[in-house]
T-cell receptor, first 112, second 114 residues
Framework: QQPVQSPQAVILREGEDAVINCSSSKALYSVHWYRQKHGEAPVFLMILLKGGEQKGHEKISASFNEKKQQSSLYLTASQLSYSGTYFCGTDAGGTSYGKLTFGQGTILTVHP | ETGVTQTPRHLVMGMTNKKSLKCEQHLGHNAMYWYKQSAKKPLELMFVYNFKEQTENNSVPSRFSPECPNSSHLFLHLHTLQPEDSALYLC?????????????FGQGTRLTVV
């Protein structure tokens, strides 16, 4: 069962912050985040593993709440280059170990 | 450029045609994947190959037939497709499978079935 992302779309001005959420109905082993710009390949952002730490680099970070079965992606002081569609992929482990199921995506648009 | 190359970038085919999509990676990865990306739908995993062996077939119709002759190449053979098969087909690779490492995606083949 696919994770649910919220919001579906968000519009920001440069320098503003955004949070994208990814919720699953199943217990999760890991959560993966990707960004895809129009006409381009999805690009890896980060992986969060069960029992792992919150991750981030520069102004993009993410958290993984195992109990709530959800992950959040934090974009601070957004830049024009952050525009694109953000996908979370979840791995429920067990018999589904290693099999990523992706959410429907969140479209992020950053304006000058 | 992610290191994963897909050809062709665009393909238009009739429902009775047979065509193949090609994916190539020279990243030294052992796992390769086919995904389908339709408008307003999530990325759907189709097939997984690990060390040239198919480890996952996500209930994909038999009109899609994958082939992995070596760890660097992955094909998706298409025949008697339906209009609803029109989509962006993405290939990806990762060091190993299960996917606990970064996956690298190609730019995809935009397929239109007429």
């Amino acid at each position: 069962q696919q994770p649910v992302q919220s919001p579906q779309a968000v519009i920001l001005r440069e320098g503003e912050d955004a949070v994208i959420n990814c919720s699953s109905s199943k217990a999760l082993y890991s959560v993966h985040w990707y960004r895809q710009k129009h006409g381009e390949a999805p690009v890896f952002l980060m992986i969060l593993l069960k029992g792992g730490e919150q991750k981030g680099h520069e102004k993009i970070s993410a958290s993984f709440n195992e109990k709530k079965q959800q992950s959040s992606l934090y974009l601070t002081a957004s830049q024009l280059s952050y525009s694109g569609t953000y996908f979370c992929g979840t791995d429920a482990g067990g018999t589904s170990y290693g099999k990523l199921t992706f959410g429907q995506g969140t479209i992020l648009t950053v304006h000058p | 450029e992610t290191g994963v190359t897909q050809t062709p970038r665009h393909l238009v085919m009739g429902m009775t045609n047979k065509k193949s999509l090609k994916c190539e990676q020279h990243l030294g990865h052992n796992a390769m994947y086919w995904y389908k990306q339709s408008a307003k739908k999530p990325l759907e995993l189709m097939f997984v190959y690990n060390f040239k062996e198919q480890t996952e077939n996500n209930s994909v119709p038999s009109r899609f037939s994958p082939e992995c002759p070596n760890s660097s190449h992955l094909f998706l053979h298409l025949h008697t497709l339906q209009p609803e098969d029109s989509a962006l087909y993405l290939c990806a690779s990762s060091q190993d499978q299960p996917v606990n490492t970064e996956a690298f995606f190609g730019q995809g083949t935009r397929l239109t079935v007429v």
